[in-house]
T-cell receptor, first 113, second 115 residues
């Protein structure tokens, strides 16, 4: 039972263009969401988060959008850079209940120079 | 400052043998997590330690898996009588806060291969 889904295993984008990574969840109790980036042979690194009281959070080139009614969030990277090539994981948690994050399976982003 | 470190980085073992994986969290972080990532899968929660509280072991897949943590320092994850389905990358993370742990800092992982 995959509560957090990243349906696109991979994505290729031209340098300078927008990258959009999608994540869907099924548990309506989730109210805090994270995005992590992972390079090969390294652990995931925290990228950006969003609480369910917001529908958008922006940090530099990275913006996360949350659509609670659709149980969908997306990460936008603008402009995309070759160094952004990595695997991106979304994760969800019910802040008021559990400290356990449920992670998606990841999307491998390749930014082409 | 030093990040989360894990050892060994790679471990190849024969089916049926026991293995021990080590995690050194960031100094001062009270919370420590173990995750497993199988090929093509997301990160699977295994166990959570918070200070001196009883650990949450609800994610451990079987009684062959156990973990210990001494105070707020090193943790070891032990897998007894390893099986081929235990092959995965085992990731450790630590965080400074209790609940919610907004930002977990991950180690590089230990890649376990059971032959």
């Amino acid at each position: 039972d995959q509560q957090v889904k990243q349906n696109s295993p991979s994505l290729s984008v031209q340098e300078g263009r927008i990258s959009i990574l999608n994540c869907d969840y099924t548990n309506s109790m989730f109210d805090y969401f994270l995005w992590y980036k992972k390079y090969p042979a390294e652990g995931p690194t925290f990228l950006i988060s969003i609480s369910s009281i917001k529908d958008k959070n922006e940090d530099g080139r990275f913006t996360v959008f949350l659509n609670k009614s659709a149980k969908h969030l997306s990460l936008h990277i603008v402009p995309s850079q070759p160094g952004d090539s990595a695997v991106y994981f979304c994760a969800a948690s019910a802040v008021g209940g559990t400290y356990k994050y449920i992670f998606g399976t990841g999307t491998r982003l390749k930014v082409l120079a | 400052g030093a990040g989360v470190s894990q050892s060994p980085s790679n471990k190849v073992t024969e089916k049926g043998k026991d293995v021990e994986l080590r995690c050194d969290p960031i100094s001062g972080h009270t919370a420590l997590y173990w995750y497993r990532q199988r090929l093509g899968q997301g990160l699977e929660f295994l166990i959570y330690f918070q200070g001196n509280s009883a650990p949450d072991k609800s994610g451990l897949p079987s009684d062959r898996f156990s973990a210990e943590r001494t105070g707020e320092s090193v943790s070891t994850l032990t897998i007894q009588r390893t099986q081929q389905e235990d092959s995965a990358v085992y990731l450790c993370a630590s965080s400074a806060d209790r609940v919610p742990s907004y930002e977990q800092y991950f180690g590089p992982g230990t890649r376990l291969t059971v032959t």
